[in-house]
């Protein structure tokens, strides 16, 4: 049974970089797409990133398009979101989730890590 496991955040300050692991267990991460989503102080989940199940296809949300990079290492198991130049409005829990199939456009399942803290502050 797949699970999934976040890693990675802290607290940086403005303009500086963190970089996200998710790792799987109890399933292969080569047949699923992977989604990341934050969830900021008073506001609902967004979905900022997502990497198809081969790795050969990305997309980003505006908000994080040119700053964060998503990618993943399937033989490890892992996906990743590399954070530079982060914005206080980064400030957020970040979720990775388990996509219904192996393409980004086929929706997630309800598989989900528990979430790691991602502080920018000065």
């Known amino acids: 049974q797949l699970q999934l496991v976040e890693s990675g955040g802290g607290l940086v300050q403005p303009g500086g970089s963190l970089r996200l692991s998710c790792a799987a267990s109890g399933a292969s991460l080569d047949v699923y797409a992977i989604g990341w989503f934050r969830q900021a102080p008073g506001k609902g989940r967004q979905g900022i990133s997502c990497?198809?199940?081969?790795?050969?296809?990305?997309n980003y949300a505006d908000s994080v398009k040119g700053r964060f990079t998503i990618s993943r290492d399937n033989a490890k198991n892992t996906v990743y979101l590399q954070m530079n130049s982060l914005k206080p409005e980064d400030t957020a829990v970040y979720y990775c989730v388990a996509g219904a199939g192996s393409s980004c456009s086929r929706g997630y399942l309800d598989v989900w890590g528990q979430g790691t803290l991602v502080t920018v502050s000065s």
């Open positions: 990497i198809s199940s081969s790795g050969g296809s990305t």
